[in-house]
């Protein structure tokens, strides 16, 4: 693949509703970060995934989110009982480990209704 | 105080005009990031800095480590530049913590 990709684009939830955000990386970046971007804000980070470990989740907003990476390639982002605090742009980066360069995805825009 | 702090917040310039966007930090980094976000979402890396200065076509990047500040500088603007800058820095860790970006505006 030429770039990190994200699915869906574009996602509506009702307020109560479990959402999945998909993200596929360049092949080989062993690194994997979610950052969550609300509405005329900078990305926030969330978690950090080297392989399938996941090393740092300490931006998880709260334990309705969950993140995996289970074969260290494809993750995905889990929102449980969604929040109108939730809508925002989900970004996913990946990343070499030897590399500060991160290659972004062109994320999921999140509305909850 | 956010960690990454950017100005102006808002920009809009004629084209042609010299554009400056501000990034001040306030921990120590491994490396500073210029990146560019066009609407829709999608963020292209255009800088890294861990010291001096880098150009790539109308693009300038600076950073001074000792006053943890970095410019970033449009010569020639054109609006095909209106997008958002965000200022990033990776702080040991692999995480970037970003600005909350510059939205720049060129007019025709």
């Known amino acids: 693949g030429a770039g990190v990709s994200q699915s869906p684009r574009y996602k509506v939830a009702k307020r109560g509703q479990d959402v999945a955000l998909r993200c596929d990386p360049i092949?080989?970046?062993?690194?994997l970060f979610w950052y969550q971007q609300a509405l005329g804000q900078g990305p926030e980070f969330l978690t950090y995934f080297q392989n399938e470990a996941q090393l740092d989740k300490s931006g998880l907003p709260s334990d309705r989110f969950f993140a995996e990476r289970p074969e260290g390639s494809v993750s995905t982002l889990k929102i449980q009982r969604t929040q109108q605090e939730d809508s925002a742009v989900y970004l996913c980066?990946?990343?070499?480990?030897?590399?500060?360069?991160?290659?972004f995805g062109p994320g999921t825009r999140l509305t909850v209704t | 105080k956010n960690e990454v702090e950017q100005s102006p917040q808002n920009l809009t310039a004629q084209e042609g005009e010299f554009i400056t966007i501000n990034c001040s930090y306030s921990v120590g980094i491994s490396a500073l990031h210029w990146l560019q976000q066009h609407p829709g979402g999608g963020i292209v890396s255009l800088f890294m800095l861990s010291s001096g200065k880098k150009k790539h076509g109308r693009l300038i990047a600076t950073i001074n480590i000792q006053e943890k500040h970095s410019s970033l500088h449009i010569t020639a603007s054109h609006p095909r530049d209106s997008a958002v800058y965000i200022c990033a820095v990776r702080a040991g860790a692999q995480k970037l913590v970003f600005g909350q970006g510059t939205r720049l505006t060129i007019n025709p």
């Open positions: 092949s080989g970046h062993v690194s």
């Open positions: 980066a990946s990343s070499t480990p030897d590399s500060s360069e991160q290659y």
